[in-house]
């Protein structure tokens, strides 16, 4: 509920924060506006066609909006929709339509201390089960690349592949939810063997060459401010969407550019910068560092807070407080509560989100984040208690939760 004038360095979250470049605001310029078949819309499809080889497209104001229009479609209550740690406004889309979404993360994402290069992988074992015991009632299954939820972590072409082959063997059709897609390429480039010759568009085409469609939050790894899209390859989907003709211009050029090799490295290694000073200072956080954000592991640094006073909310207070810097909660109290039980589900990881926005932040602000956490990590001790909450919506409470500090 902080006003944005509140805050000095806004870790909130890397979506839409990120600075549009000169080309990107020219390409504004030269949006055509028309109703229907607009050049600004050809623009954005044949881009989006020609680097994930899907060749429908439709706009959308923004991801959850791409979410709703796919899901009102595919999702009916009471089927089970499996993914990799769905991201919340995935999991509301499926749980307001009284279906169920139900993880199968490799089990490997919830030791944040353990250093494996692929996280954000799908358990085949896990998916299987789920496949099988839910036979004629899963519409789709969710592959989010990178995985936020578990921490910004990529998922293997192995696994993609695998995921994807296991899901028709059971003509379940695969879903990637793409908001980093370019993101994941990177990693696949960087730790996947046999990659590392092949160019970050290879890469991502490979990657959409198995699933059936992807809904793509663009103010992520499109580099815009607003825009998202869905793209198949089954037809029926208009050529009109929620998108000026300007933003689906802007949207053609961001993806130009972030689909260069040397423009995600400059972003990802200031990230693992970050990670460099907390691994000086002993913070812990999600090993190894992930694309967009550290997520550091409040369990392990406010051991004396029980779950139920939310650790990582008071965590992300504590560093408000330190030095206006906001970070986001991605933890127990987004976790929110079990449709069915009522129970806060305190299963996960409970992280603190530091969130870096793209082209925006110089390696001097991770120097004043880094020194800012420590400070806080050094006077832990002294946080007797955490937090209560005091006003909770009844879906996606996280956006608008209110809180009472204890103690
Ligand atoms: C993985 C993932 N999926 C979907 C979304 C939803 O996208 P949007 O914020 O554009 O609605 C987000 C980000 O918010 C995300 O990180």
Redesign the pocket.
């Known amino acids: 509920m902080l006003k944005s004038d509140y805050v000095y360095i806004d870790l909130l979250?890397d979506?839409?924060t990120g600075a549009m470049s000169d080309r990107q605001w020219s390409a504004m310029m030269m949006g055509d506006e028309s109703y229907g078949g607009a050049r600004s819309f050809y623009h954005m499809k044949d881009t989006i066609t020609e680097i994930t080889g899907f060749e429908y497209v439709i706009p959308t104001h923004?991801?959850?909006?791409a979410?709703n229009v796919l899901f009102s479609y595919l999702v009916k209550p009471g089927q089970v929709v499996p993914g990799n740690a769905h991201?919340d406004?995935?999991k509301g889309h499926i749980e307001s339509r009284k279906a169920f979404a139900i993880d199968v993360t490799v089990p490997e994402a919830y030791d944040t201390q353990l250093e494996v290069p692929f996280k954000g992988n799908v358990s085949l074992e896990k998916l299987e089960k789920v496949l099988k015991e839910n036979q004629g009632n899963v519409p789709f299954m969710v592959l989010?690349v990178t995985n936020?939820t578990v921490g910004g972590q990529p998922v293997s072409m192995k696994n993609i592949r695998e995921t994807c082959e296991l899901c028709h063997k059971y003509g379940v059709p695969v879903n990637i939810?793409s908001?980093?897609f370019i993101e994941n390429a990177y990693f696949i480039k960087t730790r996947e063997e046999g990659y590392a010759d092949k160019t970050l568009r290879e890469i991502c085409k490979e990657m959409f060459s198995y699933a059936d469609s992807m809904?793509m939050?663009?103010?992520?790894d499109g580099l815009v401010n607003m825009g998202?899209f869905i793209a198949t390859n089954f037809e029926g989907f208009l050529t009109y969407g929620g998108m000026n003709g300007r933003d689906m211009d802007a949207l053609a050029v961001g993806l130009k550019e972030n689909i260069e090799f040397e423009m995600v490295e400059t972003r990802i290694k200031q990230v693992h910068y970050l990670a460099a000073k907390l691994d000086e200072y002993g913070i812990p956080y999600q090993r190894p560092a992930g694309g967009h954000a550290i997520f550091v592991d409040a369990d392990k640094v406010l051991t004396q807070i029980p779950k139920e006073e939310f650790p990582a909310q008071t965590l992300t207070c504590e560093l408000y407080l330190e030095a206006g810097i906001r970070a986001c909660e991605i933890g127990y109290v987004l976790a929110d509560r079990d449709p069915v039980t009522r129970q806060n589900r305190f299963g996960g990881n409970d992280f603190v989100r530091l969130c870096i926005p793209r082209r925006v932040y110089t390696n001097n602000h991770m120097d004043v984040i880094a020194a800012a956490l420590k400070n806080v990590y050094d006077r832990r001790n002294e946080i007797k208690r955490g937090l209560e909450i005091t006003w909770e919506a009844e879906l996606m409470r996280h956006f608008t939760c209110q809180f009472k500090r204890l103690g």
Not at 62 to 65: K, L, N, T
Not at 217 to 220: D, F, H, I, L
């Open positions: 979250t979506s839409g923004q991801g959850r909006a979410e991201f406004t995935t989010t936020n939810d908001a980093r809904t939050s663009a103010k992520k998202g």
